[in-house]
């Protein structure tokens, strides 16, 4: 028996529906998971490969900058706090402060750890100055000056009121309750008479509301004291005069330079930053003229130059001598032969009128 048309269509749509569930099913219960499965993996593997290569950049920075962490302060606020306090304190009374003091401040938390801040006061000279920064900067500490303030004491011009400002940090992850030790010279060298210059220029003469001498001193003098050539300056503001020879070091007032070349009424100067300084009979320091290298240079073959002209006129001068002086001895000894000769003869003259006379 054949089967009826209702059959066939609902045998079909019964097909449809079961292709169209399955097909379905296979999607949202086994394709969309697993794309998501694999998206996943993809992320996580590449999370994992960034996170390998942070962990090894982070070693290589651990092992590169393994000197910042030898330098920190300690971890614990309050060991950090108390041990640099007295450290700071020590160093300004080695350094012989009058009247010191240091304040610390409460630490802030920072991005990179602890940030700590000091006041440091008291009063003392510029060379006394001088060896606080040379000692505070060669220390194997992570610090700095963020603030230094001078001011003159009155009454006494070598006296300076110091405040200083340093902030210190202390890194994490690092367990250490002590302070570092040794000293950290970086590109400083632990010479303090290297630095003594900073105090020798008197950079405050003008802060200190008095007159700078340099702008006084006064080329008045070059003269010849036995072999030796020596330039003379006046300072107009106390009536002192300053000597000083080829290579000697001359300072007055904010001016302090070397004396390098003499010349006929100039003399050549070269101060703490190797430059050349020209300066003219009659012309104070202030007053000097700025020598480029190639003048320089020109100059020195110019009194090279000189040098050989005056030494070939010595040389011309001491021939010249030389033949005078022989004409002359000539000249004598012909004058010696001449008188022999005419003494000689009147003898013979004399001694034929004897024999003349005995004879008659």
């Known amino acids: 028996m054949m089967p009826s048309r209702n059959s066939i269509l609902i045998t ?59 330098r920190t302060l300690p971890q614990i606020p ?113 010479d303090l008479p290297a630095y003594q210059i900073i105090s020798n220029r008197n950079l405050l003469e003008t802060a200190r509301g008095g007159i700078d001498k340099a702008d006084f001193t006064e080329l008045t003098g070059i003269m010849g004291i036995g072999d030796k050539t020596e330039v003379w300056f006046s300072v107009r503001t106390d009536g002192t005069t300053i000597k000083a020879k080829l290579g000697e070091i001359i300072h007055s007032g904010s001016f302090f330079g070397k004396l390098v070349e003499i010349l006929d009424r100039d003399i050549v100067l070269l101060d703490h930053n190797g430059e050349r300084w020209l300066l003219t009979m009659g012309e104070f320091l202030t007053d000097a003229f700025a020598l480029p290298p190639e003048t320089g240079e020109i100059m020195t073959e110019s009194i090279i130059e000189e040098i050989e002209e005056e030494t070939d006129e010595e040389i011309v001068e001491e021939m010249t001598e030389e033949t005078e002086e022989e004409s002359i001895e000539k000249s004598e000894e012909e004058t010696v032969e001449e008188i022999t000769e005419e003494a000689g003869e009147e003898t013979d003259e004399e001694s034929i009128e004897e024999e003349e006379e005995n004879n008659e």
């Open 12 to 70: 079909g749509l019964a097909l449809f529906l079961v292709w169209y569930v399955s097909n379905w099913a296979y999607k949202s219960l086994y394709l969309e998971p697993r794309q998501k499965l694999n998206t996943e993996i993809q992320t996580l593997s590449a999370q994992i490969t960034a996170g390998k290569g942070n962990r090894d950049a982070m070693n290589q920075f651990n092992t590169q900058y393994a000197w910042l962490y030898s």
């Open 78 to 190: 309050n060991d950090a706090h108390t041990q640099y306090t007295f450290w700071l304190l020590e160093l300004v009374q080695y350094c012989e402060f009058e009247n010191h003091h240091v304040e610390p401040t409460t630490p802030t938390r920072v991005p990179a750890g602890w940030s700590y801040q000091f006041t440091a006061r008291g009063t003392g000279t510029l060379p006394q100055l001088t060896q606080f920064l040379l000692e505070f900067y060669c220390a194997p500490f992570l610090h700095r000056i963020t603030s230094l303030t001078l001011k003159p004491v009155d009454g006494n011009p070598e006296k300076l009121e110091c405040y200083i400002t340093v902030n210190a940090l202390a890194l994490p992850k690092h367990l250490t309750r002590q302070l570092p030790s040794g000293w950290h010279y970086s590109r400083l060298t632990y």
